[in-house]
């Protein structure tokens, strides 16, 4: 089992915690934000659960399909961060389309909100671009 085939298993998990993030009480406030910082809808928990389905699909079939997943995956993530920093939405569930700009705003809420997808995509870029071993 190489290191990237089991950093697509721990994504796998990752995800699917993000995507039950909505269905665990006392995990959302009273005006529907997860730990008062972000909202979560049912286009989130598909992409989560989509997400994680490729990471588990990925590490399951070899170490390049993991590569390949934690490349694009964290390439579409951090964009996403980096593009919800700016606009306040994310293009990945859609919010870009639904949802007028909220502006640019380097704020701490702002920042915290896009923290997930920053951080996971930022790992995967990393960790699918700097491995070279197929055996680790």
């Known amino acids: 089992m190489t290191r990237l085939r089991l950093i697509s298993f721990g ?3 990752a995800l699917m915690i993000a995507a039950s993030i909505n269905y665990i009480p006392g995990l959302t406030d009273d005006e529907g934000l997860a730990f ?4 979560l ?3 989130d928990d598909a992409l989560h ?15 390049r399909a993991a590569r ?5 995956f964290g390439a579409a993530y951090l964009g996403d961060g980096v ?21 640019t705003e380097f704020s701490l809420p ?3 909100a896009n923290l997930p997808h920053l951080g ?3 790992f995967a870029l990393w960790a699918g671009l700097t491995e070279t071993g197929g055996r680790r």
Not at 83 to 103: H, K, P, R, V
């Open 110 to 112: 702002r920042f915290l």
């Open 68 to 72: 390949l997943f934690l490349v694009l």
């Open 49 to 63: 659960v989509a997400s994680a389905l490729w990471a588990l699909a990925a590490g399951l079939i070899s170490h």
């Open 11 to 13: 994504y796998f998990v």
């Open 83 to 103: 593009f919800g920093m700016f606009t306040g939405w994310g293009y990945l569930d859609l919010g870009i389309f639904t949802n007028e700009s909220l502006g």
């Open 36 to 39: 008062g910082i972000f909202a």
């Open 120 to 122: 996971l995509g930022g």
């Open 41 to 43: 809808d049912i286009y």
